[in-house]
């Protein structure tokens, strides 16, 4: 007997789609938005209200688009994976034909709808489209999460007489409210968001057509977010060029020193025409193998002219300090948004790790002096939707399918920021000889470049010189890739310095309880911890002792290990995690994480002391402010870093008259084995009271599980 069978989905099956295909919320919401876009909006208007409550909680997109007939809800937007608008873009394309606005679809797999579920159980779909009826539905997604055929589960829809308006009184449009959240939405989420929407369009070329509005009802929230406007005129190297063919093509480099780089001058490098190649090996009639320059030629696919812009800065700080009044915001900014992006038709192409898609961050690894890392440059690749069929987003929305026409695609960028790197590289010899870092901060680095300007004065031999020079390049080089490896590599290595750290700290206190006359108990407790501090580290080398622990107790504990030092120097502590009733538990080595909070809050009486700070604070709180962490965080009131915050986790790095300089780098790598990583976030990042506005704000954050 034969007989042909079809496959019948299950109702959860759409459940499943929802959490699967859309990455998490932040891309959620930019597939609606990219929806709108499609819809040729004008505007879209995102609006947040109660979203730490998710019962509660509401979120509102609406746009002022064409809108859907009652046809196109039934037959397209009800029909996931519908090609409805994979076959609109490639009769557009085909006919050489645009929207009203002039825009190509960039949704065509069908599946941006799933966004509401990815950020909600409940939705109202209200939308209407030019000389239609308005089209009202509603869908609890909860009711296919049971075990009926998604055939058995109707969704009611109504046609009614237009009653609804639109995004700045539009007759036409789409409203998705979003209701039965399913997070609850932190401050650090949302700031994310933010930061999202606003690099969803390249800032090298603003879309005037299309304007994605923000709201939300907690002040506050987005306090402090800078913009690609406050930062962009602090970039010193830029560049811009397009790809044709194998060719560079219209390559300018500009090197823009401040004016108050005095002994520096702007250099211009612009070249018309550059090849593009890449060394093969290939066999000789010999049989031998031999490197042979070969064409990189974008043309062998559908992909496109490629046009790049990049803006790179100088992040030392003795570099900063020279011109850039907001030096924690722009060095913020970078870290958030550095990276070279991808944008097609002006719409950013997201993906998971998208901003080191290049690998610029191992190549940095590999020559630290002359490349750059995601955190130094901002970057758009530009290619057009109707010309760059061959590139394919994935399904999930992180970046592009990677076959053959991406590896060349990305071969080709490469090629080109290396070209700019090169560039790059020249200039900053210069910034680095006049203007580069101190005994202080680099001994070693500060040294060479006494060294070369000494040469510069002594030795009128040009060839000689260059060749000092370039030796001295050789040993700048050399050194920073050495401590860059030493760093990663040394934690093992310091196992020593780590006990004689936290012994040195607790004999210390020690001292103190004796001067004072405190009760024996308070000395026996001391006494026990130091032993209990010796074994911990030992198991460091050994066994670990790893178990789930509640972050509220250990706080605590480690709290009451120094009360008597708090009390001595008079320094309240703000427990504001005591007032959370959630139970927060991760899983690691508690007595390292209380060694590494003891230590913090020795820093800070330190610091706070020094500083002459009248009322002295310390605030402990456990937030999910830093997306995807647990976070137990750490200030005070005082002045806050005296050195860039970025090299603070390096060993032997203080500015603490006798300090060891070994405190946070231990805790940095002590994270790093949990799985988490040792942060300093902004102080608009986290909630925090303004009187810590000013001072050192530092994370322990544990990865969600």
């Keep these: 007997m034969k007989e042909f069978i079809a496959f019948k989905p299950r109702a959860r099956l759409m459940s499943q789609l929802g959490e699967q295909l859309i990455k998490d919320e932040s891309i959620a919401v930019l597939e609606l938005i990219k929806n709108s876009y499609d819809a040729d909006a004008k505007e879209v208007e995102i609006t947040m209200q109660n979203i730490d409550n998710p019962l509660n909680g509401t979120i ?43 825009r190509l679809p960039m949704g065509e797999k069908g599946i941006g709808r799933f966004g509401v579920h990815k950020l909600g159980n409940k939705i109202t779909l209200i939308t209407r489209a030019e000389g239609e009826n308005e089209v009202y539905l509603q869908i609890d997604w909860s009711i296919f999460n049971s075990s009926k055929y998604l055939a058995d589960v109707p969704i009611e829809v109504i046609e009614r007489k237009p009653i609804q308006k639109f995004l700045n009184n539009s007759s036409t449009g789409t409203k998705i409210i979003i209701e039965k959240l399913k997070t609850s939405w932190t401050r650090g989420k949302v700031r994310e968001l933010y930061r999202s929407i606003n690099s969803l369009n390249s800032p090298f070329r603003a879309l005037d057509s299309f304007n994605v509005k923000f709201g939300i009802d907690k002040e506050g929230w987005l306090k402090g977010l800078i913009e690609y406007d406050d930062i962009k005129d602090y970039a010193l190297f830029k560049a811009n060029m397009t790809l044709s063919g194998d060719k560079i093509k219209n390559y300018e480099y500009h090197f823009t020193p401040w004016k108050s780089m005095s002994k520096l001058d702007k250099r211009n490098n612009i070249i018309p025409e550059i090849d593009m190649v890449e060394d093969v090996k290939v066999k000789t009639e010999k049989g031998k193998m031999r490197k042979e320059p ?106 592009f399918i990677e076959d053959e026409p991406y590896n060349l695609f990305r071969k080709a960028v490469c090629f080109a920021v290396e070209k700019f790197e090169r560039d790059r590289a020249q200039d900053k010899q210069y910034l680095r000889k006049y203007y580069g870092a101190t005994s202080k901060s680099e001994p070693v680095i500060a040294e ?25 390049d050789n040993i700048e080089r050399d050194y920073k890739h050495i401590t860059e490896v030493y760093q990663k590599s ?216």
């Design 60 to 102: 509102i997109i609406e746009d002022n688009g064409d809108g859907m007939s009652l046809d196109i809800v039934k037959n397209c937007w009800m029909e996931p994976g519908t090609d409805n608008k994979e076959k609109k873009l490639k009769n557009m394309i085909e006919k050489n034909i645009r929207s009203k606005l002039n």
């Design 294 to 399: 070969i064409p990189i030629n974008v043309d062998n696919y559908k992909i496109g002219d490629i046009e790049i812009e990049l803006l790179s800065f100088d992040l030392d700080s003795s570099i900063l300090k020279m011109g850039v009044t907001d030096i924690k915001g722009l060095k913020g900014y970078l870290n958030t948004n550095g990276g070279i992006f991808v944008y097609r038709d002006n719409i950013r192409i997201y993906s998971s790790g998208e901003n080191d898609w290049l690998g610029l961050g191992s190549s940095r690894v590999k020559a630290p002096g002359d490349k750059i890392s995601t955190n130094l440059v901002l970057g758009s690749v530009n290619i057009k939707r109707n010309a760059s069929s061959d590139l394919k987003e994935k399904t999930n929305r992180e970046g």
């Design 448 to 472: 060479v470049s006494v060294l070369k300007e000494k040469v510069e004065k002594k030795i009128s031999d040009e060839k000689l010189k260059k060749e000092i020079f370039g030796c001295l």
């Design 490 to 705: 040394s934690s093992a290595g310091l196992s020593m310095s780590v006990v004689l750290h936290e012994i040195d700290k607790i004999i210390s206190e020690l001292e103190h309880a004796i001067v004072a006359e405190r009760a024996s108990e308070h000395v026996k407790l001391l006494v026990k911890r130091l032993g209990n501090l010796t074994d911990g580290y030992a198991s460091v080398v050994k066994s670990k002792t790893i178990k789930y622990f509640d972050l509220k107790k250990m706080i605590t504990q480690s709290l009451f290990m120094v009360d008597f030092r708090l009390a001595a120097h008079e320094v309240s502590i703000d427990k504001q995690y005591m007032s959370s009733k959630i139970d927060f538990k991760v899983k690691g080595n508690e007595s390292l994480i209380a060694s590494t909070i003891i230590n913090i809050i020795d820093n800070s009486i330190w610091w706070l002391h020094y500083s002459k700070v009248s009322t002295k604070k310390i605030y402990f709180d456990i937030t999910r402010d830093i997306p995807g962490y647990i976070s137990i965080i750490i200030a005070d009131n005082g002045k806050g870093f005296t050195i860039p915050t970025d090299i603070a986790t390096r060993p032997f790095i203080t500015d603490k008259p006798s300090g060891m300089g070994l405190g946070l780098h231990l805790g940095s790598e002590l994270m790093k084995q949990h799985g988490g990583e040792l942060l300093f976030p902004e102080f608009d990042d986290v909630q925090l009271p303004d009187e810590y506005k000013q001072g050192a704000i530092i994370a322990l954050s544990f990865k969600e599980e």
